[in-house]
């Protein structure tokens, strides 16, 4: 079922949570709303599951509007944050209670329930069947959400947030779960969450809200490497930041001038990821290619699997990772020209 | 520091509550049974009445009141959420008397059904002076209190678990049914066991409302003992017994705020 919004507006008062949105979601495909908190992400999906009544724009499921249809109606099926699994139901009730609603006979309900606990493997299904939720785990509590969600054959599935009550680990492996049940479903669906790294991993499409906007939508991989602005670079993955003037051939930055090509004028940011940058102790001639910051190594934290720089440039502090710890004191950061990205200010 | 509220208690509760417990084991100033035997002999239908009435009113009011908070808090309606609890703040003597005007043979409601012929005013049915007008003015009265307390419970259910259910195809009842009634179980049997003693002790209403020919609800034959018979051990007694219940459904509300899981 293919998902479309049009011009999609909803204001609370004076806060404007959608100016005017528009999307299409691919048939089958998972798309993920990213966006800082406040973005309009949830309400986005409130309103495809009807929980708002939008005022302005339209949503159509495949060619039907359902921009007046109320919930009931709209055959979405909605994964919470917290779950939100009724705590006075079975799990085998929880699960359930969308078929019965439909007046299925109970042997088809029975079987709809095992089959779809079987494939959220959600474990031993007769011992777990008769437990209340608030006897599972976390990660269990929301194989049984997902089992609730897709039971029912929804025409689209909706996810709030849906791993952020979990702990790392758990949320690691249940994003490659739901991964794995949305293709294997062939369901379309909708994944709105916060944490960059989560949009990426599990994504065909990435939509970046701000704002109440669409500041940029793309495949993982495109919105990833060709941010269109100082916000989508700012948003994904860990950047930094400089403020400078772009001229013809060159950026300053304070004292220090950088070769540039590029059309902006100006007032600029100078971004680029602490993952691209290197650090050479001693003054090294550019490679091709590269260019040169000079700074004061004032920090250094080992992470695990790299030790992250903290680097004062110009007055403003720039993060620099790498395999090998470099001692404090007057360093050069190195930078790939095409990592670095250069946006008015 | 607990010495002054402790006195209050006893002074207020416990010396009044052994008076009257001592006082209904007296006949002639001697220690007897015979009160009791008398609540038994003239009372037992009057104990069933007052149950009766009290459960059956009881039963309408968390039955009302589910249904109505379910849907203020379902679809959300505030002038219905503010009609609904006027009658809290209206006093029985004069629900007592506003029911008398509205139920008597020739009140205001027969006199309506008569202008579209539904009710002969020459024979007209009696609400009123009767358990059938007792128990409409004491699920007006007691209405407002338990839309107040059903509608607290309701509230402190999360939305997403309505909103799971919504999704799901659940129409405003099936939501109440399934989803807030048993998640708001708990303190719907504590908001009934509050009225449920209310009611038991209901003197004015009954009073006013119920028929001048026994059977009577038991605070009124408390008060007839006491008045017109002068008899203080069979009105204590009659007392005890309601303590009786009461306490019976104290019990249980203890039993029900102590288990609760947190």
């Known amino acids: 079922m293919e998902v479309r919004v049009e011009g999609l507006v909803k204001r609370y008062g004076r806060v404007t949570a959608l100016d005017g949105v528009s999307l299409g979601f691919a048939s089958g495909g998972l798309t993920a709303i990213l966006g800082p908190s406040g973005c309009g992400k949830t309400t986005l999906l409130r309103s495809l599951a009807g929980f708002v009544a939008v005022d302005g724009g339209r949503i159509l499921f495949g060619p039907e509007e359902v921009t007046a249809l109320p919930p009931q109606a709209r055959g979405t099926a909605m994964v919470f944050q917290h779950y939100a699994l009724w705590p006075h139901m079975t799990v085998f009730d929880n699960v359930a209670y969308g078929l019965?609603?439909?007046?299925?006979?109970?042997?088809?309900?029975?079987?709809?329930?095992?089959?779809?606990?079987?494939?959220?493997?959600?474990?031993?299904?007769?011992?777990?069947?008769?437990?209340?939720?608030?006897?599972?785990?976390?990660?269990?509590?929301?194989?049984?959400?997902?089992?609730?969600?897709?039971?029912?054959?929804?025409?689209?599935?909706?996810?709030?947030?849906?791993?952020?009550?979990?702990?790392?680990?758990?949320?690691?492996?249940?994003?490659?779960?739901?991964?794995?049940?949305?293709?294997?479903?062939?369901?379309?669906?909708?994944?709105?969450?916060?944490?960059?790294?989560?949009?990426?991993?599990?994504?065909?499409?990435?939509?970046?809200?701000?704002?109440?906007?669409?500041?940029?939508?793309?495949?993982?991989?495109?919105?990833?490497?060709?941010?269109?602005?100082?916000?989508?670079?700012?948003?994904?993955?860990?950047?930094?930041?400089?403020?400078?003037?772009?001229?013809?051939?060159?950026?300053?930055?304070?004292?220090?001038?950088?070769?540039?090509?590029?059309?902006?004028?100006?007032?600029?940011?100078?971004?680029?990821?602490?993952?691209?940058?290197?650090?050479?102790?001693?003054?090294?001639?550019?490679?091709?290619?590269?260019?040169?910051?000079?700074?004061?190594?004032?920090?250094?934290?080992?992470?695990?699997?790299?030790?992250?720089?903290?680097?004062?440039?110009?007055?403003?502090?720039?993060?620099?990772?790498?395999?090998?710890?470099?001692?404090?004191?007057p360093v050069t950061v190195r930078v790939p020209v095409a990592k670095l990205q250069v946006y008015a200010a | 520091m607990a010495a002054p509220p402790l006195a209050i208690v006893v002074w207020l509760f416990f010396v009044p509550f052994l008076s009257s417990a001592h006082l209904s084991f007296l006949r002639d100033g001697q220690w007897s049974l015979q009160n009791y035997a008398l609540v038994w002999r003239l009372y037992k239908i009057d104990v069933l009445y007052t149950l009766g009435i009290s459960l059956l009113s009881l039963a309408l009011v968390i039955g009302i009141a589910a249904l109505v908070c379910g849907y203020i808090r379902i679809v959300g309606h505030r002038a219905v959420e503010f009609l609904f609890k006027v009658p809290l703040f209206v006093p029985f003597v004069v629900v007592g008397h506003g029911m008398r005007v509205l139920l008597a043979p020739r009140g205001t409601l027969n006199s309506a059904l008569a202008q579209v012929g539904v009710v002969d005013l020459s024979d007209p049915p009696s609400i009123a002076f009767s358990w059938i007008g007792i128990v409409i003015s004491l699920v007006w009265k007691n209405l407002a209190l338990a839309v107040l307390l059903v509608l607290g419970a309701y509230r402190a259910v999360d939305e997403p678990f309505l909103e799971a259910a919504r999704n799901m195809g659940a129409s405003t009842f099936r939501q109440i049914r399934d989803i807030l009634l048993p998640m708001s179980a708990p303190s719907l049997v504590v908001a009934s066991a509050f009225m449920f003693t209310s009611m038991l002790a209901s003197f004015s209403i009954p009073l006013m409302i119920g028929g001048g020919e026994p059977p009577h609800m038991l605070m009124v034959d408390v008060y007839y003992r006491i008045n017109y018979q002068d008899d203080l051990g069979t009105a204590n007694a009659l007392g005890m017994v309601s303590y009786l219940f009461a306490m019976g459904v104290a019990g249980y509300y203890l039993r029900t705020i102590t288990a609760r899981p947190l």
């Open chain 1, 100 to 329: 019965r609603l439909r007046k299925l006979p109970d042997a088809d309900v029975r079987r709809r329930v095992e089959r779809v606990l079987d494939l959220v493997e959600i474990g031993r299904i007769t011992g777990v069947m008769q437990r209340r939720p608030a006897e599972l785990s976390g990660g269990q509590q929301q194989r049984v959400a997902l089992a609730r969600a897709l039971v029912v054959e929804p025409r689209v599935l909706l996810l709030d947030e849906p791993l952020s009550n979990l702990d790392a680990k758990v949320r690691q492996r249940l994003r490659a779960e739901v991964r794995r049940l949305q293709k294997a479903v062939g369901i379309t669906a909708i994944y709105v969450t916060h944490d960059q790294e989560e949009a990426l991993a599990i994504a065909d499409t990435v939509v970046l809200m701000n704002a109440g906007r669409v500041v940029q939508s793309g495949s993982p991989q495109e919105i990833y490497s060709r941010p269109e602005s100082a916000f989508t670079a700012e948003f994904l993955g860990v950047s930094n930041q400089l403020a400078g003037i772009a001229e013809a051939g060159g950026v300053r930055i304070g004292a220090q001038r950088l070769p540039y090509a590029g059309a902006v004028r100006g007032r600029a940011t100078l971004i680029f990821r602490a993952t691209d940058a290197s650090l050479a102790t001693d003054e090294e001639e550019a490679a091709p290619g590269h260019t040169l910051l000079r700074g004061v190594l004032e920090e250094r934290l080992f992470l695990g699997s790299v030790y992250r720089h903290y680097v004062r440039v110009e007055g403003e502090t720039i993060m620099v990772d790498g395999t090998e710890p470099v001692e404090g004191g």
